[in-house]
């Protein structure tokens, strides 16, 4: 890794924090506060809190950085040595501009990540939550509870990717990874979103694909994604809050849908985990480096997926859990289980601290009828916002692998990696 490409981009983002700082503070309508205050925030609220007072830019950014101290082990004891050391930090650049009375846009570009060094367009989108700029009025019924969103970014399947780390975007995970079958990923798409005494309901579609191109050749078999959510949240009392969904995403095609858990182009959290030597049939011992280690991309050509999400929180005390079921339509493919629970205790003043566990397993196989592969993890730690931009987490983690799908795999048979990863970030 050349220098200039880990100090270019930090430079560059602290040139804009310094810079813009007053850009920063700009508040956009209908908009999740990049700070400790949009923790559980989900879906963003139908409350017009800021008056509409023309055009304004919001210049923010993110940015992250761990210290890893993880050891691995396999039964054929062919995994590379890790030490304790910085990983390379990661930063974004965040645009968000108001451009009308309920209209807003948003734009992410990646200055540095674990799969990309150089800086690139991550997504964005337009989101209406008003049509005054058509018309005054227009369609007002119907907007006062609904939220349209159009563009080339992430889109709302499921609840486990509002607490996700995007890139350098840490703030919202209370930990260091993301889960293990990550649903996440930036498609086309278009959805519309409800929201009414709380109930929620969402119904949208993407094109199914994560690398948009225009060529078509005979074996293409492009489909639609069609994507959507269900669910109620509601604020019982001063202490108590209660949210329960369910969403679900189908695509039929056997060139789309693949990307859903492997369209996080930014890389995963925990770096050369089971990274492995083989020799290449030369004589070379050589090294075989995944940036998407740690995690299970899979990747079914005509998926169905079905997500369910508790979340409950009681005074300091937090619950967020995942149901998941995820296979394949066309022959021969599998299917895959994800269950998740995370329970937090938030404490101080202005619950600036907090502690926590996390559970995380996946088990199915990709080929039907194969034997079952299984990946359990067990995270536990804190952390403390010294500011409400600025985090410090503190985890340990405890990865396994097993099942009867692993038995001879060279990388993956015994497979267990553990240890502390502290990470800090910023965001504003």
């Not at 995994?79 to 930063?91: C, I, Q, W």
């Not at 995370?342 to 601290?353: C, M, N, S, T, V």
Request: charged share 20%; aromatic share 14%; proline share 2%.
């Amino acid at each position: 890794m050349k220098f200039n490409s880990i100090i270019k981009p930090i430079a560059l983002t602290l040139a804009m924090m310094w810079a813009f700082q007053a850009f920063a503070q700009t508040p956009i309508q209908y908009y999740r506060p990049d700070s400790q205050d949009g923790l559980n925030i989900f879906e963003t609220s139908k409350t017009d809190t800021v008056a509409y007072d023309g055009l304004k830019v919001k210049i923010g950014g993110d940015f992250a950085m761990q210290l890893q101290s993880i050891n691995q082990s396999n039964d054929a004891n062919n995994l590379v040595e890790l030490g304790s050391n910085l990983n390379l930090p990661t930063a974004n650049l965040n645009l968000d501009v108001q451009l009308e009375d309920g209209l807003r846009m948003h734009l992410r570009t990646y200055l540095s990540s674990r799969h990309h060094e150089e800086a690139w367009v991550k997504g964005g989108y337009l989101q209406m939550d008003n049509l005054n700029f058509i018309s005054d009025g227009f369609l007002s019924g119907f907007m006062e509870v609904a939220t349209i969103k159009v563009g080339m970014d992430e889109f709302n399947y499921g609840d486990a990717h509002f607490r996700r780390t995007d890139n350098a975007r840490a703030i919202y995970n209370p930990f260091v990874g993301n889960y293990i079958m990550d649903a996440f990923s930036t498609e086309a798409f278009m959805e519309v979103t409800l929201q009414k005494n709380g109930l929620i309901g969402v119904i949208g579609l993407t094109n199914g694909k994560l690398n948009q191109n225009v060529t078509v050749n005979d074996n293409t078999d492009n489909k639609v994604s069609f994507f959507g959510k269900i669910g109620y949240d509601n604020q019982i009392n001063d202490d108590l809050r209660l949210r329960l969904t369910g969403s679900w995403y189908i695509n039929k095609g056997t060139t789309t849908g693949t990307w859903l858990y492997s369209g996080d182009r930014s890389g995963s959290r925990y770096y050369h985990v089971g990274d492995y030597m083989y020799d290449d049939g030369t004589g070379n011992i050589v090294t075989a480096s995944d940036d998407f280690s740690g995690r299970l991309r899979a990747r079914f050509k005509k998926l169905t997926a079905i997500q369910i999400n508790p979340f409950v929180k009681y005074k300091g005390l937090e619950f967020f859990g995942i149901y998941e079921i995820a296979g394949g339509s066309a022959d021969g493919e599998g299917s895959f289980t994800q269950v998740a629970g995370e329970a937090l205790y938030r404490l101080g003043q202005k619950e600036q601290f907090y502690l926590g566990g996390r559970y995380n397993s996946v088990k199915g196989n990709q080929v039907d009828g194969a034997p079952d592969i299984e990946i359990n993890r067990f995270n536990v730690g804190g952390g403390w916002f010294m500011t409400k931009n600025v985090l410090t987490k503190l985890e340990y983690v405890n990865q396994t692998y097993g099942g009867e799908g692993y038995a001879g795999n060279a990388q993956f048979q015994g497979l267990e990696f553990k240890g502390f990863v502290i990470e800090a970030a910023i965001s504003f």
